[in-house]
């Protein structure tokens, strides 16, 4: 599902998931979140780049995703590294688990953010690790086409 970068707020982003795993789809999924965490998220302090997804009991769950505790919150303030029940509908679930098993791949949140209702939505990717040889030619394919672009802009 395509979005539209106006309408959303970015709370947080796995920058690094783009070098580690190459991408095969990508799929957007709501969260389910207690109070405080909603107005936690709200402050933009939380982080998903340690975090993943995975597929228990027919169930898409987000695992040790860290949204901080509120600041404001009494003693009914949520554990900030909690596992957290992905919104997926249920062939959605039934192909990324399918994917999980057959494939080796595995669920990459890509990035965290609130759509244009307010509601809290998070972009997972189902991906797979890449060997070092193929950080490395990222990594070559990136410094090419930044000296590619710096040399058109001299030539003008």
Same mark, same amino acid.
């Given at each position: 599902?395509?979005?539209? &970068?106006?309408?959303?707020?970015?709370?947080?982003?796995?920058?690094?998931?783009? =070098?580690?795993?190459?991408? +095969?789809?990508?799929?957007?999924?709501?969260?389910?979140?207690?109070?405080?965490?909603? $107005?936690?998220?709200?402050?933009?302090?939380?982080?998903?780049?340690?975090?993943? !997804? +995975?597929?228990?009991?027919? +169930?898409?769950? /987000?695992? #040790?995703? #860290?949204? &901080?505790?509120?600041?404001?919150?009494?003693?009914?303030?949520?554990?900030p $590294?909690? &596992?957290?029940?992905?919104?997926?509908?249920?062939?959605?679930?039934?192909? /990324?688990?399918? !994917?999980?098993?057959?494939? @080796?791949?595995?669920?990459?949140?890509?990035?965290?953010? =609130?759509?244009?209702g307010?509601?809290?939505?998070? +972009? /997972?990717?189902?991906?797979? @690790?890449?060997?070092?040889?193929?950080?490395?030619?990222?990594?070559k394919?990136?410094?090419?086409?930044?000296?590619?672009?710096?040399?058109?802009?001299? $030539?003008?």
């Amino acid at each position: 599902m395509a979005r539209s &970068p106006d309408k959303q707020k970015m709370i947080a982003e796995n920058r690094k998931a783009r =070098f580690e795993y190459s991408i +095969e789809d990508v799929m957007e999924a709501g969260i389910v979140l207690q109070g405080t965490e909603v $107005k936690s998220l709200r402050t933009g302090k939380s982080t998903i780049g340690e975090s993943y !997804a +995975e597929v228990r009991g027919g +169930e898409a769950w /987000l695992v #040790n995703a #860290n949204i &901080p505790e509120y600041s404001h919150g009494n003693r009914q303030n949520h554990d900030p $590294k909690r &596992p957290r029940k992905l919104l997926l509908k249920r062939r959605q679930i039934d192909k /990324l688990s399918g !994917a999980i098993q057959r494939q @080796g791949m595995t669920l990459v949140p890509l990035s965290m953010y =609130f759509d244009a209702g307010g509601r809290a939505k998070i +972009e /997972l990717a189902l991906a797979k @690790g890449k060997q070092l040889h193929d950080k490395r030619q990222t990594a070559k394919d990136r410094d090419w086409k930044r000296q590619q672009a710096r040399l058109l802009r001299e $030539k003008g």
